[in-house]
């Protein structure tokens, strides 16, 4: 008869030789993903909504993936040549802030007056630095001072005009407001203000721009660019500038940037709460992302996206609008954009 303090000893035995075999296992799978960790990787947002096969033109859709791959081009030059991960976000958000058919920077949507108003921010994971500027209308790439913030140091957000001098002061171009209207904005503007029905639900243009970006040496940044929704309030900020709701990176876990509707993505942390999910519930990227987007914002009936990258180079690109354009590209493989939910590339 095996006596009740044997039996504890062997219970004890066999839990610390599962335990030990579940540790094992777990830092074997951790480096395993180290090892298969791609050079580079970057991944890139033009916004999510509702972009319906049918609804588009194929010369637009046409436009809109030349403009995917151009900004995947312009940050992976950055990546493969040794570049950090912020260079290759900043290098791929701007072209696209630079392409009138997203709402960032040329081509941004118009608030209640008429009026540009654009948001911005960018944190690398290493340190946690960030950078953020709100409700600005004479930057010319918002990412840029977003960037000189970051890069200064002293704070984190800037909004209006104490942005747009700081960001002057530091070398970041400016340029008239009028610039940045478009003939189609500008008719969607005047649609809306004519249209009481348009003015109490206006339709939301999507294009919002974001990249994330893992480089050679480990580090992972993201950063966001948007003209912010159509028809908004003077004076409304979005979630794409505000860090923790829009843009998210550490190097612990991912980095994220988000598009949709922004008031939700700010009540819930969107961006920091896919790497909480990754750092303290020990999910995937992919299970962190769909927890966030595809149960969560749903739930809330709240539309939109996210791309992100984690420290292993996994990707995710979830949404639960009809479309989202996004992109990414890894070390040693050709770049993929796509528009719709059915074009599926497996990383
Ligand atoms: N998130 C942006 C905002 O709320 C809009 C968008 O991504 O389409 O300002």
Not at 94 to 114: C, Q, R, T, Y
Not at 255 to 264: C, D, L, N
């Amino acid at each position: 008869m095996i006596q009740m303090r044997q039996l504890k000893g062997i219970l004890l035995l066999m839990l610390f030789v599962v335990a030990t075999a579940m540790l094992v296992s777990g830092c074997t799978r951790q480096k395993a993903e180290e090892a298969e960790r791609p050079e580079y990787v970057l991944v890139i947002h033009g916004g999510a909504g509702a972009m319906e096969r049918s609804l588009m033109s194929p010369e637009a859709e046409a436009a809109y993936r030349q403009g995917l791959l151009e900004s995947l081009e312009a940050g992976e030059a950055v990546l493969r040549s040794g570049g950090s991960s912020v260079d290759a976000v900043v290098a791929a958000i701007v072209l696209m802030e630079d392409n009138p058919l997203f709402n960032a920077g040329k081509g941004a949507v118009l608030n209640e007056a008429g009026d540009i108003a654009h948001d911005a921010s960018l944190m690398e994971g290493s340190e946690g630095r960030a950078g953020a500027v709100g409700a600005v209308q004479t930057i010319r790439n918002p990412i840029l001072a977003a960037k000189a913030i970051m890069d200064e140091g002293r704070h984190v957000f800037l909004v209006g005009k104490g942005a747009e001098s700081f960001a002057l002061s530091q070398g970041v171009d400016t340029i008239s407001p009028t610039f940045f209207i478009t003939p189609e904005r500008w008719e969607s503007y005047e649609k809306t203000r004519n249209s009481r029905l348009e003015r109490e639900f206006p339709l939301q243009p999507k294009g919002t721009v974001g990249a994330a970006a893992l480089d050679k040496n480990g580090n992972l940044a993201a950063g966001t660019s948007t003209g912010g929704m159509h028809y908004k309030r003077v004076g409304r900020l979005g979630d794409s500038p505000v860090i923790g709701a829009g843009t998210w990176a550490d190097n612990n876990s991912c980095a994220v940037s988000a598009t949709g509707h922004g008031e939700y993505f700010i009540r819930n942390a969107v961006a920091s709460d896919i790497s909480a999910r990754m750092l303290y519930g020990n999910k995937s990227l992919k299970q962190a992302s769909d927890e966030v987007v595809m149960q969560k914002l749903s739930a809330l009936d709240a539309g939109g996206g996210i791309i992100a990258v984690d420290k292993n180079g996994n990707i995710a690109m979830p949404f639960n609008t009809p479309g989202m354009f996004r992109g990414f590209v890894k070390a040693g493989s050709e770049p993929f954009v796509a528009i719709y939910p059915d074009e599926i590339q497996l990383d």
